[in-house]
T-cell receptor
Framework: KNQVEQSPQSLIILEGKNCTLQ??????????LRWYKQDTGRGPVSLTIMTFSENTKSNGRYTATLDADTKQSSLHITASQLSDSASYIC????????????FGTGTRLKVLA | SQTIHQWPATLVQPVGSPLSLECTVEGTSNPNLYWYRQAAGRGLQLLFYSVGIGQISSEVPQNLSASRPQDRQFILSSKKLLLSDSGFYLC???????????FGEGSWLTVV
């Protein structure tokens, strides 16, 4: 069964600190993996996309990693800001006939001043 | 550039009443269209997706239905709402396969 699991469920950090969010998946055949940021009450917005051959990709203070062998990805946020408070969702795409996106339940990040 | 519009943004409906949420995409042709639901504190649940006009696939049996009367228009409907239909509904689009999925701003539905 295709699944995406994220940890931790929630996280509280102080402004300026770094943090790392985890995503483990069992999706086959794997196509790509994306991290989305969802502000409360808003639609998710794509942060990064990673294909099978990519190990690291950065988008400003966000750096995503992918280990296709262990089927794990991480999202590292550097020098956190109050505006980083949001849910971060890992989405894995499976390419098996009908195209599908498998969503994790997200990590809720709260950055405190 | 491509944009997605979804409305209404918020609505409160009594149990047993009908529902219609509408979504339109601009700036692209023949998009894949999706309806998702997100219960409070939960992940996104795919309800329907469409790869073309009149082509609707349902992922979860429920009292909701979807229609795609035009290439870039996607409508989510219900004849009689249940309390369990409350949630945050998101319309989304993508093109081709393996590409980024873009979300609308969402519609908050509260069934009372």
């Amino acid at each position: 069964k295709n699944q995406v699991e994220q940890s931790p469920q929630s996280l509280i950090i102080l402004e300026g600190k770094n943090c790392t969010l985890q995503c483990n998946y069992t999706v086959s055949p794997f196509s790509n993996l994306r991290w989305y940021k969802q502000d409360t009450g808003r639609g998710p917005v794509s942060l990064t996309i990673m294909t099978f051959s990519e190990n690291t990709k950065s988008n400003g203070r966000y750096t995503a990693t992918l280990d296709a062998d262990t089927k794990q990805s991480s999202l590292h946020i550097t020098a956190s800001q109050l505006s980083d408070s949001a849910s971060y969702i890992c989405v894995v795409s499976a390419s098996s006939g009908t195209y599908k996106y498998i969503f994790g339940t997200g990590t809720r990040l709260k950055v405190l001043a | 550039s491509q944009t997605i519009h979804q409305w209404p943004a918020t609505l409160v409906q009594p149990v047993g009443s009908p529902l219609s949420l509408e979504c339109t995409v601009e700036g692209t042709s023949n998009p894949n269209l999706y309806w998702y639901r997100q219960a409070a504190g939960r992940g996104l649940q795919l309800l329907f997706y469409s790869v073309g006009i009149g082509q609707i696939s349902s992922e979860v049996p429920q009292n909701l239905s979807a229609s795609r009367p035009q290439d870039r228009q996607f409508i989510l409907s219900s004849k009689k709402l249940l309390l369990s239909d409350s949630g945050f509904y998101l319309c989304a689009w993508s093109v081709g396969t393996g590409n980024t999925i873009y979300f609308g701003e969402g519609s908050w539905l509260t069934v009372v």
